[in-house]
């Protein structure tokens, strides 16, 4: 009898220690500081995946249990924020989404030897040598060659008058943006170089109506992106405008209204895209957190469920290094996974593949105008 | 204000940046529209930023001398920065135009509609309160308060009250810059930070005894600033300012058009 009472006990502890068992998730990200608007997009799909994971059960039967760090949008206190994260040993990382935060954080995050989805997308991410990290969006050396043929072949622009912010995200697309444009002969009249949070762009659109270029391209952080447009409408430069993602971005409509108009560019997600379960999570995340999700909210919520897919349909348990291993070369539909939400690849180096698409804003609306395929296709 | 009370205000930038989200809570929490929730955030800027600014810290902080008050209102401009981005977020807000954003072309040239009604309604503003100072009664106190508190008093002026009107204009003047510049600028937590920096850079250019100073130090820095932007480099477009700054305090440490003031020791 006392040995029953004791098995009863034992059982009792392992069940409660079974149901309280958490799998630790941690995002350092942007939470506030310049790149906040895309920081707390992507935050708020991570929250609403791990949300909906944990209402129905969480993953491998333990609740998920997300903490969030905020990098200010401040390389120093990435670090600071990173090595708390990496001292609560995370089972995954999500974040950072500055670029340039990925990169002071990568050596530790390599070292920690835990997977890594990140936001940024600089196109030489990929290239330092973290195995452990994988991409939530196209790197620039994807979306650059898409938008270069548009301009070449849609626009037919022999020139292009170019304005950029000066970090690491502007600089490396602006390095690709160049090599793209000379292997399609079209010459640059204009490079404007442009600060991080810059306020006044009156100077700068000077200098790109001076250019008389056929087309305008923009790259820079969405509220910058919103000035820029503000400033050239102000000033009467007529573009055309084209961009990447940045440029069709929900917060950067929403920021310059009816100087959004108009503007054309490649999106690599978008929650306008036409498809039925990507349309469903911009409602949900709408419900939740009352505010209409940019491309970062679905980079956030997309790789949850790539986690909760390889853990539990491909690993079965919490193995960070088999996790790595297992996302390279893998490809996640929408019938393996719901919550992927679109057909969804990763390579050797962690570069994403997945359909992305070309788009315009009208009456302050994204509207897509045609799906470009995949990569690998 | 330094004239009247001898105060610094490291805050003022901030003070721009607040009126417009007092506006962006009427529209935005309580639903109203434009016009009346900028008329409720201009009264809420007279009563926060002139009435309770001077009461609650520069009243307590000024008897122990210029100093304190500076870093105090240092504190405060992080407490505001701060505030607002705790309740009303950190990302950038649109705020609407007060004009539409077309433009007009005038021999060749275009200009924006939106930057010639600001640039009326600040010649409007600064003839409006030239009139008050030079053409009013109490306007000629609130000079004679700023030359020389003393025999202000001695001459029977309310000098308390003389300097509460400067606060009183004060917030006036940074609910209508926040009406004008948030449209451009958007409404951010952070827009004080480049605002303050550039006013009191002005400040120092035209000489900060003078309220011409003042405005021929803001044209002039704003002249430069974008002139060289264009012109030289936009990446050292700061780099300039600053250096005229620097020029400006080496061969007239008063401004160009402020006063020398002497000191008894």
């Known amino acids: 009898m006392k040995r029953l009472k004791s098995l009863v006990t034992l059982s009792a502890m392992l069940l409660c220690g079974i149901a309280s068992a958490q799998v630790k998730l941690a995002y350092v990200g942007e939470i506030s500081g310049q790149l906040a608007p895309s920081g707390g997009n992507f935050r708020d799909g991570i929250i609403l995946a791990v949300e909906e994971i944990n209402a129905h059960g969480g993953m491998l039967k333990q609740k998920l249990d997300l903490t969030l760090y905020d990098t200010q949008t401040n390389p120093g206190v990435a670090r600071a924020q990173m090595q708390k994260a990496l001292d609560s040993e995370p089972y995954v990382l999500f974040g950072p989404v500055l670029s340039g935060n990925v990169k002071v954080t990568l050596e530790m995050v390599k070292q920690a030897e835990v997977p890594q989805f990140i936001g940024g997308e600089a196109a030489d991410l990929t290239t330092l040598g973290n195995p452990y990290m994988f991409r939530t969006s196209f790197g620039q050396q994807i979306g650059m060659p898409k938008i270069g043929n548009y301009i070449r072949d849609e626009l037919k622009a022999k020139t292009i008058a170019l304005i950029w912010v000066n970090n690491d995200f502007g600089k490396a697309g602006r390095d690709q943006l160049l090599k793209v444009l000379k292997e399609r002969n079209i010459r640059l009249a204009a490079d404007v170089s442009t600060e991080p949070g810059q306020v006044d762009f009156a100077a700068d659109v000077v200098k790109l109506k001076s250019a008389n270029a056929d087309a305008v391209f923009v790259y820079s952080n969405e509220e910058e992106c919103a000035r820029i447009m503000r400033e050239a409408r102000k000033q009467g430069l007529k573009g055309p405008f084209v961009g990447d993602t940045t440029l069709l971005s929900q917060k950067t409509i929403e920021l310059a209204a009816e100087a959004a108009n108009g503007v054309v560019g490649h999106v690599g997600l978008t929650v306008d895209a036409p498809i039925p379960e990507v349309k469903a999570f911009g409602e949900r995340f709408q419900k939740r957190f009352k505010y209409k999700p940019d491309h970062n909210g679905l980079k956030g919520y997309t790789a949850v469920y790539a986690m909760k897919y390889v853990t539990e349909k491909k690993l079965g348990k919490l193995d960070r290094k088999a996790f790595m291993r297992t996302l390279h070369g893998l490809t996640i539909s929408p019938q393996d996974e719901p919550g992927i939400l679109i057909e969804t690849g990763w390579n050797d180096v962690g570069e994403i593949d997945r359909i992305s698409f070309l788009a315009t804003v009208e009456n302050g609306q994204q509207k897509i105008v045609k799906i470009l395929p995949k990569l690998g296709k | ?265």
Not at chain 2, 103 to 119: K, N, P, R
Not at chain 2, 135 to 156: E, S
């Open chain 2, 1 to 265: 204000m330094w004239q009247t009370s001898q105060t610094i205000n490291f805050a003022q930038g901030e003070f721009v940046m607040a009126p417009a989200f007092f506006i962006l809570i009427g529209t935005g929490t309580f639903g109203l529209p434009f016009w009346l929730a900028a008329i409720l955030g201009g009264l809420v800027t007279l009563v926060l930023l002139g009435l309770a600014f001077k009461r609650l810290m520069v009243d307590p902080m000024i008897r122990h001398g210029a100093l304190p008050l500076v870093v105090a209102t240092i504190g405060l401009a992080i407490l505001m920065k701060e505030a607002v981005r705790e309740f009303y977020g950190a990302d950038a807000w649109p705020f609407p135009a007060l004009w539409a954003t077309t433009d007009v072309t005038v021999f060749g040239a275009v200009f924006a509609v939106q930057s010639l009604l600001i640039l009326a309604v600040c010649i409007v503003v600064v003839a409006a309160l030239q009139f008050y100072l030079a053409g009013t009664l109490t306007g000629r106190c609130m000079q004679a308060t700023a030359q020389n508190p003393a025999v202000a008093r001695l001459l029977g002026i309310r000098v308390e009250r003389m300097v509460l009107y400067t606060f009183l204009i004060n917030a006036a003047l940074v609910w209508i810059a926040a009406l004008l510049v948030t449209p451009i600028y958007l409404a951010k937590f952070t827009n004080g930070e480049i605002l303050g920096l550039y006013a009191f850079i002005a400040a120092i250019i035209g000489g900060f005894n003078q309220v011409r100073g003042a405005i021929v130090g803001g044209l002039v820095l704003g002249v430069v600033d974008n002139f060289c932007a264009v012109y030289i480099s936009s990446s050292y477009r700061m780099a300039i300012p600053l250096l005229l700054l620097i020029a400006v305090i080496l061969v007239r440490p008063q401004g160009l058009l402020g006063r020398v003031e002497e000191r008894t020791v």
